[in-house]
């Protein structure tokens, strides 16, 4: 776990740095058939603040059942390509560096308990049969996988 913690803050602070890089106008333009980097920062913003939650509640219960919500009309509702870019990267960030920090104090024994009862079938980004018992670290690398999915997407290298 310690070696894919520091991977995971290897990734924010280096994936800050290439966003930062990108002007306001770049981050604007819609990828093809995609949000544009401004909002699928801001989706992955979403992410973070529904992963939080998810992480915080699963560390002292016995189940990973958690709640949905829809990706699309959060974008949407929230703008975010009307929002300053060097503001949705620092919030990004800053928020992932928290769940970095959170994770990291999460006891072992929450982390690597098996849950079988779960959604993951539903709300993780790559699924779990609802048969197959899972973890919470599962979860928690599965949550890293989908950030570091969306940032190809923008970066367009390996992340």
Known sequence: MDQFLEEFRRNIEDSKKR???MSENQASVSLPGKWSPKQIVGHLIDSAANNHQRFVRASFTTDLVCSGYDQEAWVT?????SESWNDLVK???GYNSHLLHVVSVIPRAALSRSRTEHNLDRVAFKAVDKNTPTTLEYF???YVEHMRHHLRQILGTEI
Do not use: F, G, T
């Not at 509702?77 to 390509?81: S, V």
């Open 140 to 142: 928690v690398k599965d």
């Open 19 to 21: 966003l930062l890089a």
């Open 77 to 81: 509702l929230q703008r975010y390509d």
């Open 91 to 93: 919030l990004w960030a």
